[in-house]
Nanobody, 115 residues
Framework: QVQLVESGGGLVQAGGSLRLSCAVS????????MGWYRQAPGKQRELVAS???????NYAGAVKGRFTISRDNAKNTMYLQMNNLKPEDTAVYYC?????????WGQGTQVTVSS
């Protein structure tokens, strides 16, 4: 089990950029799968991007080419660089860490994109 703390959310105009961070309590290198999810008002939580211990990544179609997920093993931190933001990206963004025996979430950080 790990504790996750997100930061970096805020209000930005359409076309702008934000970088989210997820600080991990344990050694991030031991976590097989990490990801960013988001939940907009009235909608289900959805996967935005995943990153695996191998370094492989996976993106939702709606963000591919605009968002970049990465992890810094030395800092035990995962990032989500979000460029060319759109109003439909407005949501609470959650960090997730998953392995055998646990599936942990952060508290979320609000991202609001104005048109």
């Amino acid at each position: 089990q790990v504790q996750l703390v997100e930061s970096g959310g805020g209000l930005v105009q359409a076309g702008g950029s934000l970088r989210l961070s997820c600080a991990v309590s344990g050694r991030i290198i031991t976590i097989p799968t990490m990801g960013w999810y988001r939940q907009a008002p009235g909608k289900q939580r959805e996967l935005v991007a995943s990153i695996f211990s191998s370094g492989a990544t996976n993106y939702a179609g709606a963000v591919k080419g605009r968002f970049t997920i990465s992890r810094d093993n030395a800092k035990n931190t995962m990032y989500l660089q979000m460029n060319n933001l759109k109003p439909e990206d407005t949501a609470v963004y959650y960090c997730n860490a998953r392995s055998v025996g646990y599936n942990d979430w952060g508290q979320g950080t609000q991202v609001t994109v104005s048109s």
